[in-house]
């Protein structure tokens, strides 16, 4: 099940952090986003334990896809699907019409999902990343 995150779940989202990224949030970072207002973290909740998320924003008529992420012994099993899709139903709620990301260029993974739900590469910032040292690929998903 998909559903809205809760100050209850920031332990959970935390440990999916640090098991899915070399530049995880903090507890407190994680704490303070979920206040944001036009910020939407989503859950992904099977068994009462939470084994995804993601987070994205959405202002005036453009969003950005911040991170979506799967305990490594949950994936490949189309749960991130489930959270894209839940962000493409948001999408249309706020009559948004474009949404963008940044992703590791080595993220072949990532990239394909992303290509998967019709976003385009649109260009590189070179060296970018951190920790390990990599380029971003700015994606856009052209919504009209
Ligand atoms: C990227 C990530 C969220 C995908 O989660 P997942 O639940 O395994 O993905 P799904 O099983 O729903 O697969 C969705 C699509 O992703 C792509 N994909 C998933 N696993 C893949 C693999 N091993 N090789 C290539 N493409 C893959 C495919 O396009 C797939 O669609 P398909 O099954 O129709 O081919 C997950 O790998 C992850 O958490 N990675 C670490 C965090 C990260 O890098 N996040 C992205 C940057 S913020």
Redesign the pocket.
Known sequence: MVREMSPEDVLQVSH?ERA??SDPWSLESIREGLETPFDTWLVLEDNEMVK?Y?VFRMIAGEGE????????E???????????ERLAECSKEKAVTSIF?E??ES????R??Y??YGFKEECIRKNYYQNPSDNAVIMRNQLI
């Not at 896809?65 to 490594?72: D, K, Q, S, Y």
């Not at 949950?74 to 894209?84: D, H, I, N, Q, T």
């Not at 993220?107 to 990532?110: P, Q, V």
Request: aromatic content about 8%.
């Open positions: 999916i899915c990224f995804g993601c896809l911040f991170r979506i992420a799967l305990l490594p949950y994936r490949g099993r189309g749960l991130a699907k489930k959270l894209m990301l992703v590791r993220n072949k993974i990532a394909n999902l290509r998967s």
